[in-house]
């Protein structure tokens, strides 16, 4: 009686064939389908297949509209990308945030001082290392102060993106010459360190830069010393201890490239989107990005689909609500209904549900 098992338990399920894996996750998308048009139809009176509809237009009516879903499915990924080398080493990266706007300032500061003053080329060029050594720089500290002091990382990088904030706002105001808080279009006349179109499409060299680096990191986490260290290292830090490994050069090396990355998402924003800086560049994009990382279960070339995925939602709440005059926590519902079926999927693919047998009872 004292080692009955209770009547439901939770158990891990590692050893789940692959297909069931694909059928588990459709089973859930159809699952939120079916509620979130029960929702549709139950509270707004509307045709679901209408508003599933309005949804796809939202980010695929247009060639424009496309593009701005890759743009966007881009900046999302080189975020959660950047996330993944610090998450695999569970070092707990909360501040995506502030090293997005960092690297960002960086950029908007070269395009400011330097913009007309060289080739556009070499700007860029610039604006890519200095942003990736702002944003590494960003990672470091905490990083230095984990493997030193033990610091809680979580609270400390927390902590970062507020200070992070609060640093852009203070050279907004002095470069804002018009006392509006806001620097606006920056080199808009000679466009000094915008990206340039290739092949007559604006926002290819973004997607560029974010494969690169996905697959960078991919093949850095999977057939490399370090990632082999940061692996061991994330598993148990006792064991890469006995093992020979530097425990504390692999935590802040791990967060400088962490950091590196999330500057560089600063600097595609800046040069390659906005192209300009303010406390909503990073636009809460650093939090998503850790929903996109844990989805994709670290794997940086799954996180190409669930980024996609919550572009994709996002696009469409915005387009619900304008098409069928809906405010935007209506369409925000629709949209966490279906985003929560498939978290709940990615729960059932690597756990299930085991009930107690009559002979145990």
């Given amino acids: ?62 060639q424009r509209r496309i593009w701005i879903t890759i743009r966007d499915t881009c900046l ?36 400011i001082y330097l913009g007309g003053k060289m080739p556009s080329i070499l700007l860029l060029a610039l604006m890519f290392v200095v942003s990736a050594i702002a944003g590494a720089l960003w990672g470091f500290l905490p990083a230095y102060f984990k493997a030193k002091y ?12 507020y200070v992070g904030i609060q640093l852009v706002e203070f050279f907004v105001d002095v470069w804002d010459k018009k006392q509006s808080h806001s620097v606006g279009i920056i080199n808009g006349t000679n466009r ?17 830069i974010v494969i690169i680096l996905t697959v ?30 530097n425990v504390p050069k692999v935590i802040i090396r791990t967060m400088l490239l962490s950091g590196a990355i999330c500057g560089l998402a600063g600097f595609t924003e800046v040069a390659g989107i ?15 990005a850790i929903i996109v990382a844990w989805l994709a279960k670290l794997n940086p070339l799954v996180m190409i689909i669930y980024s996609f995925l919550i ?30 079926c498939i978290l709940a999927s990615e729960f059932f693919t690597s756990y299930e549900i085991v009930f107690r047998h009559k002979e145990e009872q």
């Fill in 1 to 62: 009686m004292a080692n009955k098992q209770p009547f439901i338990r939770i158990r891990k399920k590692d050893d789940r064939p692959f297909l069931q894996k694909i059928l588990i996750k459709i089973a859930f998308i159809i699952l939120a389908l079916l509620i979130a048009a029960l929702f549709i139809n139950s509270v707004t009176k509307l045709n679901p297949l209408s508003v599933y509809a309005s949804m796809f237009r939202g980010a695929f009516s247009t």
């Fill in 76 to 111: 999302l990924l080189s975020i959660a990308v950047g996330l993944t080398p610090a998450f695999r080493m569970r070092f707990w990266n909360t501040g995506a945030e502030g090293q997005i706007l960092i690297g960002g300032l960086a950029s908007a500061a070269m395009m």
């Fill in 150 to 161: 033990n610091t809680n990382e979580t609270l400390f990088t927390l902590m970062m993106n």
């Fill in 192 to 208: 000094a360190g915008w990206f340039p179109a290739i092949f007559g499409q604006q926002y290819l060299l973004n997607v560029i």
């Fill in 216 to 245: 960078a990191v991919f093949i850095y986490l999977r057939s490399t010393k370090h990632g082999y260290e940061v692996a061991v290292t994330g598993e148990s830090e006792s064991t890469a201890r006995y093992s020979g490994i």
């Fill in 274 to 288: 906005s192209h300009t800086i303010s406390v909503q560049t990073a636009g809460g994009r650093g939090f998503t």
């Fill in 311 to 340: 572009v994709f939602l996002n696009k469409g709440a915005v387009q619900i609500a304008s098409d069928f005059n809906l405010n935007e926590y209506a369409s925000n519902i629709i949209t966490g209904i279906l985003l929560f």
